[in-house]
């Protein structure tokens, strides 16, 4: 049975609910150096840093800035999400992050229609970001991650503008 389609967004709800654009693309990796390796010395991509992302329990390095960046992500234990995924399915395609505006918003939004979340609220993602999951079952096959980024009083270096 096909479920009924949800009301689209609402004019208003779009200003801060809609998102922005693409932030990354994001591919989970079996070995951080191994992978950042092959960016950088046979892709000539530079990392543009690293960070560990204790609420996801893996490390994460980014390349490119602003719009559009690639994010390896590198499971530190076998008990996490991304490991479980890792294990499953192998290297690859892990999840795409779009910029919103105001997270609370986007996922009020999504919760109003009745769309799966895997966080009902935000938590804390890589560059000091509030960041939040869509499942891939309710996302035509693709982990989504909502993303607003920190506050522009406070930019760090891998932050895009
Ligand atoms: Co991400």
């Known amino acids: 049975m096909r479920l009924e389609r949800p009301p689209a967004l609402e004019p208003e709800e779009s200003e801060s609910a809609r998102p922005a654009g693409l932030n990354h693309v ?3 990796v079996r070995d951080l150096d191994e992978a ?3 960016y950088e010395e046979l892709l000539g991509l530079p990392c543009d840093g690293r960070e560990r992302v204790e609420s996801e329990k893996v490390d994460v390095a980014f390349f490119g800035t602003g719009r559009g960046r690639i994010e390896l992500v590198c499971p530190l234990t076998d008990d ?3 490991a479980r995924f890792l294990a499953k399915r192998g290297e690859g395609l892990h999840h795409i992050c779009l ?4 997270i609370e ?3 009020a939004a999504l919760a109003a229609r009745g769309l799966p979340l895997l966080d009902a609220k935000p938590r804390a993602g890589a ?3 509030r960041v939040a999951f869509l499942p891939p079952k309710g ?3 693709v ?3 909502l993303r607003q980024g920190p506050a522009a009083a406070a930019p760090s270096h891998d932050e895009p503008t």
């Open 26 to 28: 994001a591919i989970v």
């Open 36 to 38: 950042v390796a092959f």
């Open 80 to 82: 996490s999400g991304v």
């Open 99 to 102: 910029d919103v505006p105001d």
């Open 105 to 107: 918003a986007a996922l």
């Open 127 to 129: 560059g000091r970001s």
């Open 139 to 141: 996302a035509h096959g």
């Open 143 to 145: 982990l989504i991650e």
